[in-house]
């Protein structure tokens, strides 16, 4: 009877600590523009938008405004991460090279872009599988609607607002999130 209620409380304790197990912002390591790591647990305490983007979109101005808000609000406490993705209508078809040219010649982008990923279907990064999927992210479902859609991740790493692709970075509701002084 003893092993028996050892084995039982193995076994539940193993399911719970799975059940807990959901995969956290800060397990992510994603990859620089420039072929270097970078471990999101880098950026505890940091709020961070996320925004998914391409060279070749009606949205590409919004680059313009994502500088803007990074130069006035990046830092210690928000820092904005891009992530080009050619999911939608071919438009960045580019290298990394000519991706990383043509942010720096049109917008002057000091904020950090990554590596070109996918952001939906069969071969969509995790860590967009964590930003769409309310199973890995526990707060919301979304979908990638289009370029520049925007994820809010709070300053503890919890996914906080997912923003469309038609709302422009230096939108109140954007601005006002950044500057809160609380994880709302």
């Known amino acids: 009877m003893k092993m028996k209620t050892i084995l039982l409380v193995l076994f539940l304790s193993f399911f719970v600590k799975a059940a807990h197990s959901q995969s956290s912002f800060y397990d992510f390591t ?17 709020k ?20 803007a808000i990074y130069e006035q609000y990046g830092g210690d406490d928000f820092v ?17 090279e000519e991706i990383a040219e043509f942010c720096q010649i049109n917008y002057g982008v000091t904020f950090p872009m990554m590596a070109k990923i996918s952001v939906k ?4 990064h995790p860590l967009y599988q964590w930003l769409t999927q309310k199973t890995k992210n ?7 609607q289009w370029n520049f ?5 709070g ?12 709302t422009k970075p230096n939108d109140p509701e954007i601005i006002d999130w950044i500057t809160s002084a609380s994880d709302e």
């Open 121 to 124: 279907g069969d071969d969509q």
């Open 48 to 67: 961070v938008m996320i925004v998914n983007t391409a060279s070749k979109c009606g949205f590409t101005p919004q680059y313009e405004q994502l500088q």
């Open 138 to 144: 526990g707060v919301t479902d979304s979908k990638v």
């Open 155 to 166: 300053a503890d790493g919890t996914l906080q607002k997912v923003i469309p692709p038609k």
């Open 80 to 96: 904005i991460i891009g992530f080009p993705a050619n999911n939608f209508m071919n438009q960045e078809p580019g290298t990394a």
């Open 149 to 153: 859609q925007k994820y809010l991740i």
């Open 30 to 46: 994603v990859q620089t523009i420039e072929g270097e790591d970078l471990d999101m647990a880098s950026l505890k305490g940091k």
